[in-house]
T-cell receptor, first 113, second 117 residues
């Protein structure tokens, strides 16, 4: 079974608006990662946040992590039509030697030009 | 292009046939992962290799699924006696992990889309 659950399942916004996606997970983690997937394509890594970090930025992306609530959020600011894609959070369990990613169900983001 | 290549990109097969997919990871990456993704779902972990050693295979979906990475470079995923429920996207990813608990990102290939008719 998958580790995480994203919320919402689908999100539709106007270009220029901000998009926020949330992820909840179940077990202790080593790190949490966000990936993007264009329709029918492979996944592209966006950002990694370690379990001892609370916030991280990369360009227009901002990720937060709350390990006490076992949740994370991804904020995309000033969205563009090209941001239209599915976004997945993936956790790496806190287990010696493990680097397996366990993915959530994803949020389908549509940015309307 | 992430540097991970998968072949073929698409495969249509008749139920009961065997299929084999190939993944070529980024050359210096020591870890290789296989995932399955069905429509509208996130990728589901199947198995992974550290160099040529298969360290986790309990999540392979059934004994019809097997994977190899004979020389620690490319890998193959075989599905025997395919069933319609095997129709999915099969994704390969690789990463470089030098230390235990090292935080690393995975690089995914474009996937092989399998259709069992």
């Amino acid at each position: 079974s998958q580790q995480g659950e994203e919320d919402p399942q689908a999100l539709s916004i106007q270009e220029g608006e901000n998009a926020t996606m949330n992820c909840s997970y179940k077990t202790s983690i080593n790190n949490l990662q966000w990936y993007r997937q264009n329709s029918g394509r492979g996944l592209v890594h966006l950002i990694l946040i370690r379990s001892n970090e609370r916030e991280k930025h990369s360009g227009r992306l901002r990720v937060t992590l709350d390990t006490s609530k076992k949740s994370s959020s991804l904020l995309i600011t000033a969205s563009r039509a090209a941001d239209t894609a599915s976004y997945f959070c993936a956790t790496v369990p806190f287990k010696r030697g493990a680097n397996n990613l366990f993915f959530g169900t994803g949020t389908r983001l549509t940015v309307i030009p | 292009d992430t540097g991970v290549s998968q072949d073929p990109r698409h495969k249509i097969t008749k139920r009961g046939q065997n299929v084999t997919f190939r993944c070529d990871p980024i050359s210096e990456h020591n870890r290789l992962y296989w995932y399955r993704q069905t429509l509208g779902q996130g990728p589901e972990f199947l198995t992974y290799f550290q160099n040529e050693a298969q360290l986790e295979k309990s999540r392979l979906l059934s004994d019809r699924f097997s994977a190899e990475r004979p020389k620690g470079s490319f890998s193959t995923l075989e599905i025997q006696r395919t069933e319609q429920g095997d129709s999915a996207m099969y994704l390969c990813a690789s990463s470089l992990q030098r230390r235990i608990f090292q935080n690393t990102e995975a690089f995914f290939g474009q996937g092989t889309r399998l259709t069992v008719v």
